[in-house]
């Protein structure tokens, strides 16, 4: 039965490549976050500015 021989290094340049695919997933999810957190600040704003407006006022009743 032929013996197998494993080049040293080999499985760390695996793993090296798995965790290079990893910190772009992990870059990919930060981008992201902040563009959802952007979209939340954007939505809270507008809640806000509708919240502050005069209830039950209608602008024609003058």
Not at 25 to 30: F, H, R, T, V
Not at 31 to 39: I, N, P, R, S, T
Not at 40 to 53: G, H
Request: net charge negative; proline share 6%.
């Amino acid at each position: 039965m032929p013996e197998v021989t494993q080049k040293p290094g080999h499985g760390f340049g695996i793993v090296k490549s798995g965790l290079a695919a990893v910190s772009l997933q992990i870059g990919n999810l930060d981008l992201k976050v902040e563009a959802l957190d952007h979209m939340i600040d954007r939505d809270q704003a507008q809640i806000i500015e509708l919240l502050t407006q005069p209830v039950g006022q209608r602008p024609d009743a003058g």
